[in-house]
C-alpha cells in the first residue's frame, strides 16, 4: 500500500512536471508595428539690414544655408556699423537647442563682429522663430586706416534635439 502512495505521488509529480514544461516552451509571439511621426526641419527664413550707420554698404547680399549665413561689409570711416537681423525658424516637430555657435572672421583688426539675440543652450521650439543680430563695426580704437576696409563673416548655429 505504502508502495502504491509513492508510485502515485510520483506520477503526479512528473505529469504537474510535464504540465508546466509544456506551458513554458510554447512559442512566444508578439507581432506589432511603430512609426516616427516628426520632423526635423530648422532654418534661417530671413535676412534683413538694420540700422546703417555712417557710410556702410554691403559688399553682397547675405550668402544663406539652412543654419549658416556669409556676411560681407564695406566699411569707411571708424563708427561706421551695419546689423543684420536674421530669422532663425524651427518649421519641424521636435524642439531643438543651439549646441554651438560657430563664428567664422576675416581677421580685419580694423572691423568687429558682435552677434546678440542668441546663446548656446537656447531652446527653439518646434513651430517657433528667434531673431539674432549680427553687428558688423568699423573699430573707434583703429589709429591708422588701414589698406583693406572690408571683412567677411560666417556664422553657423548648430543646432541638437531638446531631450528635456
Request: with cysteine; proline share 2%; hydrophobic share 40%.
Amino acid at each position: 500500500m505504502k508502495k502504491n502512495i509513492i508510485i502515485t505521488f510520483l506520477v503526479a509529480i512528473i505529469c504537474i512536471m510535464a504540465i508546466g514544461y509544456a506551458a513554458f516552451s510554447q512559442t512566444l509571439n508578439i507581432t506589432g508595428s511603430a512609426t516616427i511621426d516628426s520632423n526635423w526641419n530648422i532654418k534661417i527664413t530671413s535676412v534683413t539690414t538694420k540700422n546703417i550707420l555712417g557710410h556702410a554698404t554691403k559688399a553682397f547680399e547675405p550668402i544663406v544655408s539652412d543654419t549658416a549665413v556669409t556676411f560681407k561689409t564695406n566699411l569707411k570711416y571708424p563708427g561706421d556699423s551695419m546689423t543684420y537681423e536674421v530669422t532663425i525658424s524651427n518649421e519641424g516637430t521636435v524642439d531643438a537647442k543651439v549646441d554651438s555657435i560657430e563664428i567664422t572672421d576675416s581677421k580685419n583688426p580694423a572691423i568687429t563682429f558682435t552677434t546678440t539675440g542668441i546663446n548656446e543652450n537656447d531652446l527653439l521650439e518646434a513651430g517657433q522663430k528667434q531673431i539674432y543680430n549680427v553687428i558688423v563695426t568699423y573699430n573707434d580704437n583703429i589709429t591708422s586706416q588701414p589698406s583693406e576696409l572690408s571683412a567677411t563673416l560666417t556664422v553657423k548655429l548648430n543646432y541638437v534635439q531638446n531631450k528635456s
